[in-house]
């Protein structure tokens, strides 16, 4: 990925630096598809169909933009589309075959290897049973200094600094886990086997998690979140120093660069929040400086890169661990979860609308109306409820259980968006909302919709027309699931 303008930055590896990613499709282990790879367990062989299916047919190697331009400048044949042209910034004019003739050599490697996940636990004092998790990947591709070193910087001053705060005689009300996952680059494989290993106690007891991966990739603040933790993340930037601009909050400066609050959704699979919330409906949130760096997957991805261009006073590093450890505190220290599920409902309605636009007249939307609205009357009185029992004085028993009570409700509600049926891209993706949609779909959520308005256009029309009516039942369903969780009205 080579931004212009940032060249600078890359240096001498501006057009020959290669950039490594993989080709495996979707997440997790592939020989343990939808369950845990554990010693001992089930596991598929390495020349099983359902293996193989994930990995592409032709072999696969990444080469540098001057390489690509020199094999492209040779072909011949028919013209290439323009788009190639704009896309490698030189001129492309044939897709071959020939004239020239390339020598490729490839050595893949098949093999397994143990991948290692390593947690430290601060055991919460009033309520150790509900977890908040803060997560950053360890493996890296290359040196790693932006992605994942900086957020496992920040992770590990996190880590010191809440060893202060307990030194110092605090504990939190709930348990805080930090989690440093393996081989996130192969296809969030630490990840997405530990949330599959753990995922009724995660379903039941995981109250958030906050993940953090290149922390430090350039200046400026970006934050992706589901929508009922977006306030408690805009109130946390407010108490954090800006690292470019001492007389200002990093609320302020980010507010600035984009007239107002930008909070992105986390439909992506590109990071480790992937498994939990998409797969296990647990409230995430995804943030980093830089929207993007030129050495991304490079060999250039070095500490040298990182005090010459990234973060020279390291300053970012620290209000990146800032805005993460805060917001943490605050998860495991409120006494009633700091959610906002009317926030979550604008969002949703927000989505309708856009949705109205795509869909001709002969589709309705009336489902996902009716079941938001029972999520916003509900959203409300769980607000007005929530302020009730903050201001109460109510110690003992009876107050920590209607607490409770109520946070239960708040950290289960997520859980609704997911269905056992998944989605189109991929069984295993359950969230109806945020989830991956097939790369030529036009909206960033309810891929499921998406998906069935791609597939409709080659359907006839009315069988086009029920699969998208069909898709948006489900996802109508979905919210009525988590108005339902929310209110907590007895059976
Ligand atoms: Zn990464």
């Not at 788009?83 to 490698?88: G, S």
């Not at 039941?204 to 009922?228: E, H, M, W």
């Not at 993007?292 to 261009?309: C, I, K, S």
Request: one cysteine or more.
């Amino acid at each position: 990925m080579y931004t212009e303008g940032d060249a600078a930055g890359a240096g001498a590896g501006r057009r020959g630096g290669v950039e490594r990613g993989t080709v495996m499709r979707g997440v997790g282990d592939p020989l343990s598809p939808g369950w845990a790879a554990l010693e001992g367990g089930e596991a598929l062989g390495l020349d099983d169909e359902e293996v193989s299916a994930r990995f592409p047919k032709v072999p696969s190697l990444p080469v540098s933009a001057e390489c690509a331009e020199m094999i492209l400048a040779s072909l011949g044949g028919p013209p290439a589309p323009p788009e190639w042209t704009e896309t490698m910034g030189f001129k492309v004019r044939g897709v071959g075959p020939g004239p020239t003739a390339l020598n490729f050599t490839y050595q893949g490697e098949k093999k397994v290897a143990t991948i290692h996940n390593v947690f430290a636990v601060i055991r919460g004092l009033e309520e150790p049973d509900r977890y908040i998790l803060l997560g950053n990947h360890r493996d890296a591709w290359t040196y790693g200094a932006v992605d994942p070193n900086s957020g496992t910087a920040a992770l590990l001053d996190i880590a010191r600094r809440y060893a202060l705060m307990m030194q110092r005689g605090w504990n939190p009300r709930r348990s805080i886990i930090l989690c440093s996952w393996d081989a996130e680059e192969f296809g969030m494989i630490g990840s997405t086997e530990w949330v599959e290993q753990n995922l009724m106690t995660l379903g039941s007891k995981a109250i958030a998690y906050l993940n953090v991966d290149c922390a430090v990739q350039g200046p400026g603040f970006f934050a992706r979140a589901t929508p009922q933790l977006d306030e408690l993340l805009i109130e946390i930037t407010k108490k954090v120093k800006d690292p470019d601009n001492k007389e200002a909050t990093v609320y302020e400066m980010w507010t600035k660069a984009n007239d107002g609050i930008d909070i992105q959704r986390l439909s992506g699979i590109d990071s480790d929040y992937a498994p939990f919330l998409q797969y296990a409906g647990i409230p995430s949130v995804d943030m980093y400086y830089g929207k993007d760096f030129p050495v991304y997957h490079t060999a250039y991805d070095t500490y040298d890169w990182m005090v010459n261009h990234g973060d020279p006073f390291f300053q970012r590093h620290v209000a990146a661990a800032g805005v993460w450890g805060l917001l943490a505190l605050r998860l495991a220290d409120d006494l009633i979860l700091p959610f906002n599920y009317l926030n979550y409902t604008n969002q949703l309605r927000g989505y309708v609308d856009i949705l109205n636009n795509l869909l001709d007249g002969n589709i309705s939307v009336h489902p996902l109306t009716l079941s938001i609205q029972a999520l916003a009357s509900v959203a409300k009185e769980v607000e007005l409820e929530a302020e009730k029992l903050s201001a109460e004085q109510t110690t003992g028993e009876p107050g920590v259980l209607r607490r409770r009570a109520l946070n239960d409700r708040l950290m289960l509600a997520e859980r609704g968006f997911l269905d056992a049926d998944g989605l189109p891209y991929g069984q295993w993706f359950k969230h109806l909302v945020y989830g991956p949609s097939d790369y030529r779909s036009r909206t960033s959520f309810f891929p499921g919709i998406a998906e069935a308005i791609w597939r409709s256009a080659r359907m006839r029309s009315g069988e086009g027309q029920a699969s998208i009516q069909h898709e948006i039942w489900r996802v109508a369903r979905a919210i009525q699931r988590v108005a339902d969780v929310l209110g907590g009205r007895p059976l």
